[in-house]
């Protein structure tokens, strides 16, 4: 009799179990600070504006459907937010373009608002405001998926300049390769201040300073199809929405990983607090002066009263193909750089001009102060240059001399790309015979096979300039 009870209350304990991780599954439990924006079950909280798409619930997702002749629809919050991050995951029919409304708006009365010179007219009844897109238009090449389209006002904000201009041209090239045309791609936005950034399976995307729209609410998008019959039901699909509101003008934790991040393989090359993972690039002790860390910035300290400095630091580790995102501040007047593909044992007694810090360099560079802007050739030792070798473009955007870039290093087997403040600036192939003349003409002309070596060294430069790191992050790649 015992030994039935004890079973029934086993069974009764698998059965709570399943159904836990299945109701777990479907609706994400809500955690630090996280608060799930959809309860998996009914769309309360939720209202719809626009047109008349379907919107339904299917296994713990939302899914819209298209309706011919109807205008854009969207479901939206009926609370506004702020300042916040914001996760979902989506899953978009080819032939069907969508997008999450954020910090958007919908008025009865029309709207009529003024924007550098340029009156913008808004319909009563018109969502609008930024949109974070969901565009899969692998037909034609454009993967624009977690860019930023002002729906209703400017148009798209980023990326900038049209399917044919540069930054255009490389956030495709970029969505051909992590946007998931098949299946589930994952999206996190930071929307803190005047300041949005996205990221698609990890990968940052967009990184915008726009305060037109402080606040408003979210609102998930089928898009209009007009008359086109055979495109009636296309679906879109959202699961795992859920958001987490800052304090107004806070800002993301620094030396932090989101879950997406940590989801997508990155993990912090420095911890924000210690000198762990790093060395001298002449011993295996980090410098004991010249350096410093301070609430959460790894700082080169500058020459005091003309004493030498520290010395660059390097990883203890070595990286082939990776994604390397830090974020530097410089002073005025300042130099320094971020190196790949650093060689520690090269002897300058062997090999002229070589030493134990070569290696590729993201040039970072007060270029209004500092002589070396003017420098080499065409350029190529300006802020976000392969040093020496290949210039940034000439419309980067770096923040002004006291605040915060962010420098991305992307290789994956020998195509390296510069992306300064989310805009790509250098892109080239390592071995390639125009990688070789860049080589030839440079500094680095003696040493042989510069920049093509299969791994290397993360090096941070201390040139004598105070200059301040932080959100040191990467995550490595298959080679191809």
Same mark, same amino acid.
């Given at each position: ?94 032939? =069907? ?136 039901? =296309? ?88 994604? =390397? ?39 970072? =560079? ?115």
């Amino acid at each position: 009799m015992r030994k039935a009870k004890l079973l029934k209350l086993w069974a009764a304990i698998v059965i709570f179990t399943g159904c836990l991780s299945v109701s777990q599954a479907a609706v994400p439990v809500a955690d630090e600070g996280w608060v799930n924006l959809f309860n998996g079950h009914d769309l309360s909280g939720w209202v719809q504006r626009g047109g008349k798409a379907r919107y339904a619930i299917e296994d713990g997702m939302i899914v819209g459907s298209s309706v011919v002749n109807t205008p854009n629809s969207f479901l939206c919050t009926k609370k506004t937010y702020g300042d916040f991050f914001l996760e979902y995951d989506f899953k978009v029919d080819p032939r =069907l373009n969508s997008g999450v409304q954020i910090r958007s708006e919908c008025f009865e009365t029309p709207k009529q608002m003024e924007w550098k010179g340029k009156k913008i007219e808004i319909s009563a009844g018109r969502v609008h405001g930024y949109q974070v897109e969901i565009d899969p238009n692998t037909a034609s090449g454009r993967l624009w998926s977690a860019g930023i389209f002002d729906e209703s006002r400017r148009g798209w904000l980023y990326p900038s300049g049209g399917e044919k201009g540069a930054q255009g041209q490389a956030f495709s090239e970029q969505g051909r390769r992590i946007f998931k045309a098949e299946g589930w791609n994952h999206v996190r936005v930071e929307a803190v201040g005047d300041s949005i950034k996205t990221w698609l399976n990890g990968t940052p995307c967009a990184d915008l300073k726009d305060g037109l729209t402080p606040r408003g609410f979210i609102g998930l998008q089928v898009h209009q199809i007009k008359a086109d019959k055979a495109r009636e039901g =296309l679906q879109v699909r959202w699961r795992n929405l859920r958001i987490k509101e800052m304090p107004s003008g806070g800002s993301a934790q620094p030396n932090t990983l989101s879950e997406s991040e940590k989801a997508g393989g990155w993990r912090l090359l420095w911890d924000g607090k210690t000198a762990d993972g790093w060395r001298s690039v002449k011993s295996e002790e980090f410098p004991a002066k010249g350096w410093s860390i301070t609430n959460g910035v790894l700082s080169v300290n500058g020459l005091d009263g003309g004493e030498p400095g520290g010395g660059n630091i390097v990883t203890r580790e070595q990286f082939s193909s990776f994604e =390397l995102v830090a974020d530097f501040k410089v002073t005025p007047g300042a130099n320094s750089g971020i190196k790949y593909f650093v060689q520690t044992a090269l002897d300058p007694n062997n090999i002229p001009g070589a030493g134990p810090g070569v290696g590729c360099e993201f040039q970072v =560079l007060d270029d209004e102060r500092h002589p070396d802007a003017k420098l080499g050739r065409d350029g190529n030792r300006t802020v976000g240059s392969l040093y020496d070798l290949i210039p940034a473009a000439t419309n980067k955007s770096p923040s002004a001399v006291g605040e915060w870039n962010t420098a991305r290093v992307l290789v994956q087997g020998k195509h390296v790309e510069h992306w300064l403040n989310g805009q790509k600036v250098v892109e080239y192939e390592r071995g390639s015979a125009a990688f070789r003349d860049y080589v030839a003409r440079s500094k680095f002309n003696n040493i042989p096979g510069f920049g093509e070596w299969p791994a290397g060294h993360i090096l941070l430069q201390e040139h004598g300039d105070r200059v301040h790191f932080r959100n040191i992050k990467i995550r490595v790649l298959p080679a191809s």
